[in-house]
């Protein structure tokens, strides 16, 4: 609870100071101790590099008919008297001593106790006993490193000088070993300085590393959370219905990347939206035609300004099939949007089939105009819906009826190509132009700029053949015909149909759907 109180930048600007906190902390801990071990390890092998007099002096002690220096062994004391007088040291400063003045003798002293007359003694000072502290440090080791005279300190943090025979061979294994370990306790002296003054650079160059990993950690967190807070007024936007809001997008990254995938969502809402009044729009405007019709004469007919003659009785009966076809279309493309759409799979040559479509829609082809030809292979099995493709391709030949000029042509090919069978219907011109044959199969939509005739019908006709080419797991084209006009290319699979089968008899499909596919 304590933790959800935070803001997303203030929990990441925590969570990546913490990190690298800890990490500059952890690395200069350990980078501290090491330095402080190798500069003790670096002092030890220093100091004993000037043992170099006693390993020659134990050398030439040794005997190589009494090995090991047993007379070491005997008298440990004896072996420090021995190192004493064999390292090469200085005698610390404290240690020494300026030469004594030579002052005038007081009243009534004799030369003999004057310490400043020639012939009076001179004062020793006193060596210290231990002056290097090597006394608890310093061991003499045999040839298998065991221990002989010396220090037993058992510490790990020790230097090893090997002692060689003094015939000069270095090939020989050592007859023995000097073992100094480190003295206890801080360091002193200049030493102690030095080492100070490295752990107080590394210190601040830790504090220094701190305070950078913080600001680039509130820069970062800054950094990705300022596109998360567009995200975040745009969805909200669009939650309250807002689709034109749009995000400036300079990223390259992968929020940029998610960015634009939100402006592509934004988009695709509006347009969902603006397709959905156009819907609206259009089925009420294409219902209220058929409706007044219906209307105006049902109300002639009960002011009895009209009789029910067979005219006016066909006028009707046309009205309504009029008003059933468009019922049946919209339910056509409902179906197909939802993901419902009927389909009854059979194995049929599909020359066959548009071979009947074309012999039937003939003479009323004929009657506008348009000559039909019809090229082929040979058979193409296909897997279809029967009436849904009779329903496709009568649209196709409806919609060529109504727009293509006359006298005109209207060429039909079937071959296949790969695992598909491709079906081209095209006509004589006029051709729409590339805006307009983008939305040839969009619902409602008709391009009647770019054909002179005088045509009717919903609009829906290709937008049915679309839902149905798809359902059918193929697809369906518009781009301009070699004859000048519209050409419609659909394309089906010749195997297999990834399609929803439903119902097994016709009795599933309505009157209307019966009548669009007569």
Same mark, same amino acid.
């Given at each position: 609870?304590?933790?959800?109180?935070?803001?997303?930048?203030?929990?990441?600007?925590?969570? +990546?100071?913490?990190?690298?906190?800890?990490?500059?902390?952890?690395?200069?801990?350990?980078?501290?101790?090491?330095?402080?071990?190798?500069?003790?390890?670096?002092?030890?092998?220093?100091?004993?590099?000037?043992?170099?007099?006693?390993?020659?002096?134990?050398?030439?002690?040794?005997?190589?008919?009494?090995?090991?220096?047993?007379? &070491?062994?005997?008298?440990?004391?004896? &072996?420090?008297?021995?190192?004493?007088?064999?390292?090469?040291?200085?005698?610390?400063?404290?240690?020494?001593?300026?030469?004594?003045?030579?002052?005038?003798?007081?009243?009534?002293?004799?030369?003999?106790?004057?310490?400043?007359?020639?012939?009076?003694?001179?004062?020793?000072?006193?060596?210290?006993?231990?002056?290097?502290?090597?006394?608890?440090?310093?061991?003499?080791?045999?040839?298998?490193?065991?221990? +002989?005279?010396?220090?037993?300190? =058992?510490?790990?943090?020790?230097?090893?000088?090997?002692?060689?025979?003094?015939?000069?061979?270095?090939?020989?294994?050592?007859?023995?070993?000097?073992?100094?370990?480190?003295?206890?306790?801080?360091?002193?002296?200049?030493?102690?300085?030095?080492?100070?003054?490295?752990?107080?650079?590394?210190?601040?160059?830790?504090?220094?590393?701190?305070?950078?990993?913080?600001?680039?950690?509130?820069?970062?967190?800054?950094?990705?959370?300022?596109?998360?807070?567009?995200?975040?007024?745009?969805?909200?936007?669009?939650?309250?219905?807002?689709?034109?809001?749009?995000? =400036?997008?300079?990223?390259?990254?992968?929020?940029?990347?998610? +960015?634009?995938?939100?402006?592509?969502?934004?988009?695709?809402?509006?347009?969902?939206?603006?397709?959905?009044?156009?819907?609206?729009? =259009?089925?009420?405007?294409?219902?209220? $035609?058929?409706?007044?019709?219906?209307?105006?004469? +049902?109300?002639?007919?009960?002011?009895?300004?009209?009789?029910?003659?067979?005219?006016?009785?066909?006028?009707?009966?046309?009205?309504?099939?009029?008003?059933?076809?468009?019922?049946?279309?919209?339910?056509?493309?409902?179906?197909?949007?939802?993901?419902?759409?009927?389909?009854?799979?059979?194995?049929?040559?599909?020359?066959?089939?548009?071979?009947?479509?074309?012999?039937?829609?003939?003479?009323?082809?004929?009657?506008?105009?348009?000559?039909? $030809?019809?090229?082929?292979?040979?058979?193409?099995?296909?897997?279809?819906?029967?009436?849904?493709?009779?329903?496709?391709?009568?649209?196709?030949?409806?919609?060529?009826?109504?727009?293509?000029?006359?006298?005109?042509?209207?060429?039909?090919?079937?071959?296949?190509?790969?695992?598909?069978?491709?079906?081209?219907?095209?006509?004589?011109?006029?051709?729409?132009?590339?805006?307009?044959?983008?939305?040839? &199969?969009?619902?409602?939509?008709?391009?009647?700029?770019?054909?002179?005739?005088?045509?009717?019908?919903?609009?829906?006709?290709?937008?049915?053949?679309?839902?149905?080419?798809?359902?059918?797991?193929?697809?369906?084209?518009?781009?301009?015909?070699?004859?000048?006009?519209?050409?419609?290319?659909?394309?089906?699979?010749?195997?297999?149909?990834?399609?929803?089968?439903?119902?097994? =008899?016709?009795?599933?499909?309505?009157?209307?759907?019966?009548?669009?596919?007569?």
């Amino acid at each position: 609870m304590f933790w959800s109180r935070f803001s997303l930048t203030t929990k990441m600007f925590i969570a +990546i100071a913490l990190t690298t906190s800890t990490i500059v902390v952890v690395m200069t801990v350990m980078v501290g101790f090491g330095m402080r071990a190798g500069f003790a390890r670096y002092l030890l092998q220093a100091e004993l590099n000037r043992f170099d007099k006693l390993e020659r002096a134990l050398a030439a002690a040794h005997d190589a008919k009494r090995p090991g220096w047993p007379e &070491f062994a005997a008298e440990p004391r004896s &072996f420090l008297r021995f190192a004493g007088r064999n390292i090469r040291a200085r005698r610390p400063p404290h240690h020494r001593r300026p030469p004594p003045r030579h002052r005038p003798p007081p009243p009534g002293a004799t030369e003999a106790g004057n310490p400043g007359t020639p012939g009076a003694p001179r004062p020793r000072y006193g060596r210290p006993r231990d002056p290097l502290n090597i006394s608890g440090r310093l061991s003499l080791l045999g040839p298998d490193k065991t221990h +002989i005279a010396g220090a037993r300190n =058992n510490t790990s943090n020790a230097a090893l000088l090997p002692i060689r025979a003094q015939d000069g061979n270095a090939s020989k294994p050592p007859i023995g070993w000097l073992r100094l370990a480190a003295p206890r306790g801080s360091f002193q002296g200049a030493d102690s300085l030095f080492l100070s003054g490295q752990l107080k650079t590394l210190a601040l160059a830790a504090l220094l590393a701190l305070a950078l990993s913080a600001l680039a950690a509130l820069l970062l967190a800054r950094q990705f959370l300022a596109p998360l807070r567009q995200l975040a007024e745009g969805a909200s936007k669009l939650a309250g219905g807002d689709y034109s809001a749009r995000l =400036n997008n300079q990223r390259r990254d992968e929020l940029g990347t998610l +960015i634009d995938h939100y402006n592509v969502l934004a988009e695709n809402l509006d347009a969902a939206e603006q397709s959905q009044r156009e819907w609206i729009s =259009n089925t009420s405007h294409e219902l209220q $035609t058929p409706l007044a019709i219906l209307r105006a004469e +049902i109300e002639a007919l009960q002011d009895g300004v009209r009789q029910p003659t067979p005219a006016v009785l066909e006028g009707l009966h046309k009205a309504v099939m009029r008003l059933s076809l468009l019922v049946g279309d919209l339910n056509t493309l409902a179906q197909a949007r939802e993901g419902q759409f009927a389909l009854m799979i059979d194995d049929c040559d599909l020359v066959e089939l548009v071979r009947e479509v074309v012999e039937l829609a003939r003479p009323r082809l004929a009657a506008a105009g348009l000559a039909v $030809t019809l090229g082929q292979e040979g058979p193409v099995r296909v897997a279809c819906d029967r009436l849904r493709l009779l329903q496709l391709l009568d649209n196709v030949l409806e919609n060529s009826r109504r727009y293509a000029e006359t006298p005109g042509e209207v060429s039909i090919r079937i071959f296949k190509s790969g695992e598909s069978a491709v079906l081209t219907i095209e006509d004589t011109g006029p051709a729409p132009s590339r805006e307009q044959m983008q939305r040839l &199969f969009e619902r409602f939509y008709r391009a009647e700029a770019s054909r002179s005739r005088q045509h009717g019908g919903s609009g829906l006709g290709l937008s049915i053949c679309r839902a149905i080419a798809e359902a059918h797991g193929g697809d369906i084209e518009a781009a301009k015909s070699f004859l000048g006009g519209l050409g419609i290319t659909i394309t089906l699979p010749l195997q297999h149909c990834p399609a929803i089968e439903s119902g097994n =008899n016709d009795e599933e499909r309505t009157d209307a759907e019966r009548a669009a596919t007569a």
